[in-house]
């Protein structure tokens, strides 16, 4: 059964560096997302992804979060500058085919700020 | 605004049903899910119904949908050791794909012997 594929499992970054996570989505899946789940609080919605723009972003989104399809597979989140509070779970999660209304979800980054 | 609420921990017996039980908050929801995380693990969506359907039924799993109570649940017939997993409920207003879903906080299921 296809799946969503992120890398990396685990990431550890300093404080102010940038980080790049990466998403595969399911292949014929047109819509793609970004969440994360801060240890012990709930998964929050970050951004929707449809047609090569941002269909929704959440108030967590701001200016040093980005997202971009470099090609026909990856689906990519940016944080330009990283804060100890981005220290969360990240899934990326993708939707299409005949079951539009399910989002399936990756196996998500851990990403810890130092 | 949009809330979606759920117990933090439920602990049953190995064979015994468990029931997970969510409220929400949007009168609009579309789709409610219910989500699996095992330890280290994604999220694996197990179910979901559409608003305007009251149960629906897979295998083990029994949804039940209250739309008037705004109550959704999830039923595991003969729960076993390998259901030990948290239980996100979830929902979306949104019948387009790009919806963004709304999370609980997740019930920890644990199964005594």
């Known amino acids: 059964e296809p799946e969503v594929t992120q890398t990396p499992s685990h990431q550890v970054t300093q404080m102010g560096q940038e980080v790049i996570l990466r998403c595969v989505p399911i292949?014929?899946?047109?819509?793609f997302y970004w969440y994360r789940q801060i240890l012990g609080q709930k998964v929050e919605f970050l951004v929707s992804?449809?047609?090569?723009?941002?269909?929704?972003k959440s108030e967590i989104f701001d200016d040093q979060f980005s997202v971009e399809r470099p090609d026909g597979s990856n689906f990519t989140l940016k944080i330009r500058s990283t804060k100890l509070e981005d220290s969360a779970m990240y899934f990326c999660?993708?939707?299409?085919?005949?079951?539009?209304?399910?989002?399936?979800f990756g196996p998500g980054t851990r990403l810890l700020v130092l | 605004g949009e809330d979606v609420e759920q117990s933090l921990f439920l602990s049953v017996r190995e064979g015994d049903s468990s029931v997970i039980n969510c409220t929400y908050t949007?009168?609009?929801?579309?789709?409610l899910y219910w989500y699996k995380q095992e330890p280290g693990a994604g999220l694996q969506l197990l179910t979901y119904?559409?608003?305007?359907?009251d149960m629906k039924q897979d295998q083990r799993l029994t949804v039940l949908l209250n739309k008037k109570d705004k109550h959704l649940s999830l039923r595991i017939a003969d729960t076993q050791t390998g259901d030990s997993a948290i239980y996100f409920c979830?929902?979306?207003?949104?019948?387009?794909?790009?919806?963004?879903?709304?999370f609980g906080s997740g019930t920890r299921l644990s199964i005594r012997p």
């Open positions: 992804f449809y047609n090569n723009e941002i269909s929704e």
């Open positions: 949007d009168s609009s929801s579309t789709y």
């Open positions: 292949s014929n899946h047109l819509y």
């Open positions: 999660a993708s939707a299409g085919g005949q079951r539009r209304e399910t989002q399936y």
């Open positions: 979830a929902e979306t207003t949104g019948y387009s794909s790009a919806s963004k879903i709304i």
């Open positions: 119904i559409f608003s305007n359907m």
